[in-house]
């Protein structure tokens, strides 16, 4: 059964960092896309970022594009989402995300808030 489980978020000051963790289980990560996505309160679920099957190429929207860092390990089947100088705008639910076996798939999201 695949599952994904987000954690890692929390409150921070603007400027800020933290690392989101999506565990992956049920497939291995290596072998779909994966993506970030985030929804902040009153908006749409919009895409924050994707790394290819296998970690080879990634690609950020451009409101997060030199700020965040997405990654994977595949000896632990984790995707991590590295946010640096975080805004208050950064603020939403983050969730992880893959297309495996035809289907969709979403964790259950890790609230960021960035705050003074």
């Known amino acids: 059964q695949v599952q994904l489980v987000e954690s890692g978020g929390g409150l921070v000051q603007p400027g800020g960092s933290l690392r989101l963790s999506c565990a992956a289980s049920?497939?291995?990560?290596?072998?779909?896309?994966m993506s970030w996505y985030r929804q902040a309160p009153g908006k749409e679920r919009e895409l924050v970022a994707t790394?290819?099957?296998?970690?080879?190429?990634?690609s950020y929207k451009d409101p997060v594009k030199g700020r965040f860092t997405i990654s994977s390990d595949k000896a632990k089947n984790t995707m991590y989402l590295q946010m640096n100088s975080l805004k208050p705008e950064d603020t939403a639910v983050y969730y992880c995300?893959?297309?495996?076996?035809?289907?969709?798939?979403w964790g259950q999201g890790t609230q960021v808030t960035v705050s003074s």
């Open positions: 049920g497939f291995a990560i290596s072998t779909y896309d």
């Open positions: 790394i290819t099957s296998g970690g080879t190429s990634t």
């Open positions: 995300a893959t297309v495996a076996r035809g289907r969709d798939y």
